[in-house]
């Protein structure tokens, strides 16, 4: 009867992907972490073997093979990974999650084969690891759906030989939220990596499409295996951390005669719990929430103060299934915003703790948070009460596996006050690799109670031929409400129609004695019209045509061209001594970037932009510099200028924004980080210091040192002090597994 039911299985998945799934055997043998495949059970096992991804796609690799079978609680993947060239393979990285162009191998898994949601694990031949989780078929649907700040507790090691090197994995089979379908069974799908970084090479398996936009990420792309002998597992984690500070700041007093100085020291500890009801479906819950090392945001220039400044998410709580919580609520705009949580005009705000449910319930993703922070004063005349933050998010799947039709709900609700949103949006994926992608949401809000369902909602839809080669193109519209203000969501723009279209052209070549660059492509016109409500007038208009080219040495290129129409009706202003008056303009503007290929130890990219700017002109300049001293110092530094001038006027200011970061690395364990920031519009320097020393995946010591600097502090009334905040905090977590 099994060997029947497996049969059956066998011939659904061949109809749903026309792939034979791969039985993957259990093994009953020890693993020995280190690298070398040398375990009698790996002799047991088929090897699956890699194809050419790029630049020969579809050439047969016979250098690279995996390995891939499970005990009672790990996954265990091995991969051996010959060179023809041993000395030549590029190990730079001790760092975890830091990347500075190593060759890598990495499994890839979509546990419930969804074709929606996966996992990334990518193994340096230092030893360093990398994880990711990608959702919504790689697709994007917000900052989440290439979720590179996610982190799961797992392990590998690497060997080096004269013949390259190898490695071994082991991925706990509790974090992987394993469930049998209807008949028993566990049905998967995987795909493996490697990356051959000096060659400008990469393979994989199975083999997949270089026109397929992020192939390689796909879920859907990958390959369906049957675990017949899995039995998933139920997580539970539970991390306590405890950490204490001593700091100082200085505020200015009541008079605004002088400023204050106030020490500050604090010993504070919390719980985070990660609880698996079932193997489909987690239970997270904190108490004393711990954002004490959410590190310090990248200085961003804003030239346009016609939208708004979105900053990634970096802290840990928030990571988890993040790309569930993705609701594209237009171009760049989301329903639900996790940096409105915990932070208040750039100030941290404690949170007392929290719950989130994810996972799945029958054929629904479900995604539940509620956290609650502390009330917190601003200021000496503005403060704000203690607020609950709760959103409920629920997906299904329609039609296919790679469409979905969703449901949001956020709520922000403090003493006096509450905004409330709800919206519904979905994916519809479409033959030749076209997307329908729209959505509609609504807000209320406590301080404007006369509700209009026009005025207070906003629609998006966009279709989208994801490709790389031919003919591609995308096509949006999206209106958004006098009176739409989503409380917990992030808006790019605000009440507006706008009309997007895209056409583009890109080319693949394989043969370097005909070709110059492996691969080309052509934007005709990429163009977006901003009006007002009621399409009185228009707003923004721009249209930006460009040409890539990467050349077969991984180094690319970039030029392009934009024409660009602003109505401004009220003054802009952009710095004290910047404004830009009330009119109509027209202006134009071309540049040029250079991105150096990621196997050069030195990387210089750099780009530039010159024309007008609203009655003026703008130079602008970005240069981006990595030096490489092996596997112990990497520094990454960015200059970006603006040369701002309107003539007629006689305004003329040079922006700048400047960072340097020192990474160091003793060994795996131990590493470190110094960073030094400098933004000549606040005339500040903000320096961070950081050290770690990681005993393993969940438990680390961190040491870490925050201060900012005024510069040019005598010119002002009252004179600012020498710096705002200084504070050093130690920290020490420890996760309990099972």
């Given amino acids: 009867m099994r060997t029947v039911v497996i049969g059956l299985v066998v011939i659904l998945c061949y109809h749903l992907h026309a792939q034979n799934p791969i039985v993957i055997p259990k093994t009953n043998g020890t693993l020995v972490l280190d690298g070398q495949l040398t375990e009698p059970f790996w002799f047991e096992i088929e090897p699956l073997r890699f194809s050419e991804y790029r630049p020969n796609a579809g050439v047969t690799d016979s250098l690279t093979t995996m390995y891939v079978t499970y005990d009672t609680d790990n996954l265990i993947i091995g991969f051996i990974a010959k060179d023809a060239a041993p000395d030549q393979i590029i190990s730079r990285c001790l760092l975890r999650d830091k990347w500075y162009g190593d060759d890598y191998v990495s499994f890839h898994i979509d546990p419930n084969d969804t074709d929606q949601n996966g996992f990334v694990f990518s193994v340096y031949p230092p030893g360093s690891r990398f994880d990711m989780a990608v959702s919504n078929d790689a697709v994007p649907l917000g900052n989440s759906t290439f979720n590179v700040s996610y982190d799961m507790i797992w392990d590998a090691k690497v060997h080096r030989d004269e013949e390259g090197w190898s490695a071994e994995l082991k991925i706990p089979i509790s974090n992987l939220r394993f469930k049998r379908d209807s008949d028993g069974n566990i049905i998967a799908a995987i795909s493996g990596l490697r990356s051959q970084n000096y060659l400008g090479k990469s393979t994989t398996f199975p083999e997949v499409p270089q026109e397929v936009t992020n192939a390689i990420e796909k879920p859907s792309l990958k390959y369906p295996v049957i675990f017949q002998e899995l039995t998933p597992k139920k997580q539970l984690q539970i991390t306590p951390y405890v950490t204490a500070s001593l700091g100082n700041r200085y505020a200015l007093n009541s008079e605004e005669t002088s400023y204050t100085k106030t020490n500050t020291d604090e010993l504070d500890a919390g719980l985070d719990i990660r609880y698996g009801i079932s193997p489909s479906l987690t239970l997270d819950v904190t108490v004393n929430t711990d954002f004490s090392q959410v590190e310090i945001d990248d200085q961003i220039v804003n030239v346009n103060d016609r939208v708004n400044i979105f900053l990634p998410e970096k802290r840990k709580f928030f990571q988890e299934q993040a790309g569930l919580f993705d609701f594209n609520a237009g171009i760049f705009s989301q329903l639900f915003y996790s940096r409105q949580i915990g932070i208040n005009n750039g100030q941290l705000t404690p949170i007392l703790g929290g719950v989130r449910l994810t996972g799945q319930v029958g054929n629904t993703d479900i995604g539940l948070l509620s956290l609650q922070t502390e009330g917190i004063r601003l200021s000496e005349t503005n403060s704000i009460a203690s607020e609950n933050f709760s959103v409920l998010r629920l997906r299904r799947s329609i039609i296919n596996n790679k469409s979905f039709i969703g449901f949001m709900a956020t709520n922000r609700l403090r003493k006096g006050y509450y905004n409330t949103a709800i919206g519904f949006d979905n994916v519809i994926s479409l033959p030749n690799d076209v997307f329908l992608v729209s959505s509609a949401s609504t807000s209320i809000d406590k301080d404007n109670p006369d509700y209009s369902f026009i005025d207070n909602s906003r629609f998006s839809v966009y279709l989208d031929k994801r490709k790389e080669s031919g003919w591609y193109y995308r096509a949006a519209y999206e209106f958004s409400g006098e009176d739409y203000n989503p409380a917990m969501g992030f808006l790019l723009r605000e009440r507006h129609h706008n009309m997007y279209g895209a056409l583009t052209y890109g080319t693949f070549n394989t043969d370097k004695t005909k070709h110059i660059f492996q691969y080309q492509r052509f934007t005709l016109f990429n163009s977006d ?124 200011e040079w922006i700048h924004i400047a960072q340097t970061k020192f990474n160091l690395a003793y060994n795996l364990h131990l590493s470190g980080s110094i960073i030094g920031q400098y933004n000549s519009l606040s005339d500040q320097i903000l320096t961070s210091a950081r050290l770690r020393y990681n005993f393993k995946d969940g438990h680390d010591l961190y040491l870490v040192y925050n201060q900012d600097y005024n510069l040019d502090a005598h010119l002002f009334t009252p004179q600012l002090p020498r710096y705002n905040n200084q504070i050093i905090t130690v920290k020490y977590l420890y996760t309990f597994s099972k």
């Fill in 529 to 652: 019209t901003y009006t007002d409500t009621d399409f009185s007038k228009v707003i923004t208009w721009y249209n930006r045509s460009f040409w890539r080219g990467r050349l077969f040495s991984g180094d690319s290129f970039i030029l392009f061209a934009q024409a660009q129409y602003e109505n401004v009706n009220s003054e802009i202003t952009l710095d004290t001594n910047l404004f830009v008056p009330e009119g109509q303009y027209d202006f134009y503007y071309f540049g040029a970037s250079y991105s150096p290929a990621v196997q050069h130890k030195v990387k210089i990219p750099i780009g530039i932009e010159y024309g007008s700017y609203f009655d003026g002109t703008n130079f602008r300049f970005n240069l981006n510099p990595e030096f490489n001293f092996g596997k112990h110092l990497t520094i990454q530094s960015s200059y970006r200028a603006n040369r701002i001038r309107f003539k007629r006027r006689n305004q003329k």
